[in-house]
């Protein structure tokens, strides 16, 4: 009999095995446990026997999903997880459907807010735009709302989504917007340790994700529209 083994992607698409030697079943349940618990980290059931990818970053416009592997969102899904995400999930490269991750660059005053982030491991220290995932029936201004008041607990309205869209982990699609602050002070409530405002010329002063990094051009275009278009 086949057995399986749960996978874990980071932020940066570096793979793990969790657990091996499993049984089908086991292995999907247990990969939609771990995403229903609400980890930032992407879990999958894949067969023991399949060879791991090498690991490195993922970036760019492309799908990487391989074809035959179940993501976390198809485990969740057999499952019978009420994560399902129904319109908001997109078709992937492999025919799976990607999950919607929305990011927040949030300008006030000519600023942008950067923040840094605090876990996982494998990118704290490093900066975002702060942000998480869209739930079932939310659109994705409506998410980014959300997400930013539970993460910064401020009022935001989200206003324009920035070009491009990366598959940072198999099944989950980050989309990036503009959202202008309402009301509040922003605070580091969760996943990040320090937040800063940067104006057009401190961008490259943070070290940034790589995928939030891509949209800075056009992020300092909207702090200073004299800049350059590329």
Same mark, same amino acid.
């Given at each position: 009999?086949d057995? /399986?083994r ?9 793979? /793990?095995?969790v657990?091996?030697?499993l049984?089908r079943?086991e292995?999907?349940?247990l990969?939609?446990e771990f995403e229903a ?8 059931a894949?067969?023991?026997?399949r ?7 993922i %970036?760019?416009?492309?799908?990487i %999903?391989?074809?035959g592997?179940a993501?976390?969102a %198809? ?10 995400? %129904? ?6 490269a492999?025919?799976t459907?990607n999950?919607? +991750? ?19 491991? #494998? +990118?704290?220290?490093?900066?975002e /735009?702060?942000g ?12 980014? #709302?959300r997400?930013l008041?539970?993460?910064?607990g ?14 940072v ?5 980050l989309?990036l917007?503009?959202? #202008?602050?309402l009301?509040g ?16 010329? #401190?961008?490259a ?16 275009r909207?702090?200073?529209p ?5």
């Amino acid at each position: 009999m086949d057995t /399986f083994r749960v996978m874990r992607q980071d932020d940066n698409g570096n793979r /793990f095995p969790v657990a091996e030697g499993l049984a089908r079943d086991e292995a999907e349940r247990l990969a939609a446990e771990f995403e229903a618990r609400g980890h930032k980290q992407l879990y999958w059931a894949e067969p023991t026997a399949r060879p791991m990818e090498a690991t490195g970053a993922i %970036g760019g416009r492309g799908g990487i %999903g391989a074809a035959g592997v179940a993501t976390a969102a %198809g485990a969740a899904t057999a499952a019978g997880d009420p994560t399902d995400t %129904g319109d908001l999930m997109e078709p992937g490269a492999s025919g799976t459907a990607n999950r919607i +991750v929305v990011g927040g660059a949030l300008i006030h005053g000519g600023r942008v807010l950067a923040a840094r982030r605090s876990a996982p491991a #494998e +990118v704290a220290g490093r900066w975002e /735009f702060p942000g998480g995932k869209a739930e079932p029936g939310e659109t994705e201004p409506q998410a980014l #709302e959300r997400e930013l008041l539970e993460e910064l607990g401020v009022r935001a309205r989200a206003l324009q989504r920035l070009p491009g869209a990366w598959l940072v982990r198999p099944g989950l699609e980050l989309r990036l917007w503009v959202a #202008e602050l309402l009301s509040g002070e922003p605070r580091p409530l969760e996943d990040h340790d320090e937040l800063r405002w940067l104006g057009p010329g #401190e961008l490259a002063e943070v070290d940034w994700i790589d995928h939030d990094r891509a949209v800075l051009p056009d992020v300092a275009r909207l702090l200073d529209p004299a800049q350059p278009s590329a």
